[in-house]
């Protein structure tokens, strides 16, 4: 797979060629391959009517492989979630990961239920969205999918604390941010009503010259490196800090 280094970002964002980059770098793309698809992160499943069969399967095995974790942070979501190595990074709280590669809000939406852990969580981080935009949905059909996922969380945990992640800029995607940044607009504006934190995590990955920052990101332009996930990481722990310190001073 064709290194995507910044030189591609600014070519991105200048020429306007972002198509012929995805056809140059994925191909899996161009045709329909979403973020973490087909070709890097899973094979093919047999029935295209249920197509995140092994992942679905493999949540149920790991609920029925060990105790049910109480008091746990639940991180729901798409590959960014996925390959975000929730457990190392947060070493002092018990999390459940329940993200799944080229997953979509609908497709959370769909397999909710299945995607639980069985007891409640304390808290809950989310990062949905950026997929359903790659494969054409409007900006406002995306950010409605986005809050009724926040709304129906709240209304199941009505106590648990919950954050949205942004959705992030990427080199590869570069030409969808302003779509993205209509979408975090709209979801961060019904914060207060639905009651969920708004964390944005996006600008967290830009240069200087406002650029996607690519020494941040894998070599397929997407997905984020380790340092990446180190700044999404202090970002969702000092919330988590201010969420514990919250719930102290309730108690006292």
Request: aromatic share 8%.
């Amino acid at each position: 797979m064709r290194t995507v280094n910044i030189a591609c970002a600014r070519s991105i964002a200048i020429k306007g060629v972002a198509a012929l980059l995805l056809a140059l770098a994925l191909p899996g793309i161009a045709h329909g391959q979403a973020e973490g698809g087909q070709a890097e992160d899973r094979p093919p499943n047999a029935d295209p009517s249920f197509p995140f069969a092994r992942e679905i399967e493999a949540f149920a095995k790991a609920n029925a492989a060990s105790p049910p974790v109480e008091g746990a942070t639940l991180f729901l979501g798409s590959s960014s979630i996925r390959l975000w190595d929730i457990a190392g990074s947060f070493t002092d709280i018990p999390t459940v990961n329940r993200g799944f590669g080229g997953a979509s809000t609908p497709d959370v939406l769909r397999y909710y239920r299945r995607l639980l852990p069985p007891t409640k969580p304390s808290t809950i981080i989310v990062y949905v969205g950026e997929n359903d935009l790659a494969a054409g949905a409007s900006p406002d059909k995306v950010a409605a999918d986005i809050l009724t996922l926040l709304k129906r969380l709240r209304n199941d945990y009505p106590r648990a604390p919950i954050a949205f992640l942004s959705l992030k800029p990427s080199p590869i995607r570069w030409t969808l941010w302003p779509k993205m940044a209509a979408i975090n607009q709209a979801v961060a504006a019904r914060a207060t009503s639905v009651r969920f934190t708004y964390l944005d995590v996006g600008r967290l990955l830009l240069a200087r010259d406002g650029l996607p920052d690519a020494s941040l990101f894998r070599a397929d332009g997407l997905h984020m490196k380790p340092e990446g996930y180190q700044r999404w990481t202090r970002l969702v722990d000092n919330w988590l800090d201010r969420v514990a310190l919250t719930a102290a001073e309730k108690a006292s």
